[in-house]
């Protein structure tokens, strides 16, 4: 069974910065497509950045597009999200997510996709 659990979050500033991980136990879980979601209270959950297995490929939303890195550790099989100069509308709780099997294409931008998740952590910015 996998499990992913997340670390991380917290209350920040604008324009501060925070970084998310995400470990993964019950396989190997960074040779599969991984992202980062989130969601606000009333918003649908929302993807914000995606890694392609094999590494070769890193997708963002527009929104956190030169703000926010995605990456990997492959020695402590785990996620992370490097979120800077972050924005008020940036509070929301994140998650990570993996997929079941191997993906040619580079990670999906639709929730529906990803079939683990983890507990999901809350980011807050203050203005």
């Known amino acids: 069974q996998v499990q992913l659990v997340q670390s991380g979050g917290g209350l920040v500033q604008a324009g501060g910065s925070l970084t998310l991980s995400c470990a993964a136990s019950?396989?190997?879980?960074?040779?599969?497509?991984m992202a980062w979601f989130r969601q606000a209270p009333g918003n649908e959950r929302e993807f914000v950045a995606g890694l392609k297995w094999s590494g070769s490929a890193t997708v963002y939303a527009d929104s956190v597009k030169g703000r926010f890195t995605i990456s990997k550790s492959i020695a402590k099989d785990t996620l992370y999200l490097q979120m800077n100069s972050l924005k008020p509308e940036d509070t929301a709780v994140y998650y990570c997510a993996t997929m079941s099997t191997r993906q040619r294409n580079n990670p999906s931008r639709a929730p529906k996709d990803y079939d683990y998740w983890g507990q999901g952590t809350q980011v807050t910015v203050s203005s």
């Open positions: 019950g396989r190997t879980f960074t040779s599969y497509n």
